[in-house]
């Protein structure tokens, strides 16, 4: 990406500035988030096993403060190298390969079309959920730690105010 990037850890929403043209686009802490997920489900690892880092490329340049996992160019590779404890062995690795790429869909445009489908109708759906105490919008959001930790659930917008949830059907 070009241009100046703002956004902070738990907005929804990034923005980069291009000149005088502003555009928004998904947090990708939450988008890999997901990602990180559904590894861990695929690969049936436990959560410290993977660690999310999201990569600028590009001259773009950060005009709020960024997580620790959210590096410019060739700045991941001293994060990535900060990790210092083996969790997987060779054998590990190797199987984790393969269950990735068995589990892989091809990649073609077929696949994308549903991809880009499948989310257009996951903002639709959450666009029109709204709060049933106080007329907010729900947003989707998933719990960090305790027993629920991971799973998904409906909250209101307007949380701490208004604490409605509501399960993920």
């Known amino acids: ?58 001259d773009s340049e950060f005009k709020t403060p960024m997580p620790s996992n959210v590096k410019k160019q060739g700045a991941y590779i001293k994060y990535i190298r900060s990790f210092r ?38 903002a639709t759906l959450a666009a029109e959920k709204k709060c049933p105490k106080c007329g907010s919008d729900m947003v989707l959001r998933a719990a960090k730690k305790g027993t629920y930790a991971g799973k998904r659930f409906w909250g209101c917008s307007s949380f701490p105010k208004c604490r409605v949830m509501l399960n993920v059907t």
């Open 1 to 58: 990406m070009k241009g100046w990037i703002f956004g902070g850890e738990k907005q929804a929403q990034w923005t980069q500035k291009l000149y005088r043209k502003s555009f928004k686009f998904q947090n990708p802490l939450r988008q890999n988030y997901k990602h990180v997920k559904a590894m861990e489900s695929l690969l049936d690892a436990p959560p410290e096993t993977i660690h999310s880092v999201v990569v600028f490329a590009g």
């Open 85 to 122: 404890e083996e969790v997987l062995d060779d054998r590990q690795v190797k199987e984790a390969i393969e269950r990735i790429q068995a589990g892989r869909l091809e990649p073609n445009r077929e696949t994308h079309r549903k991809h880009v489908e499948h989310l257009k109708a996951k």
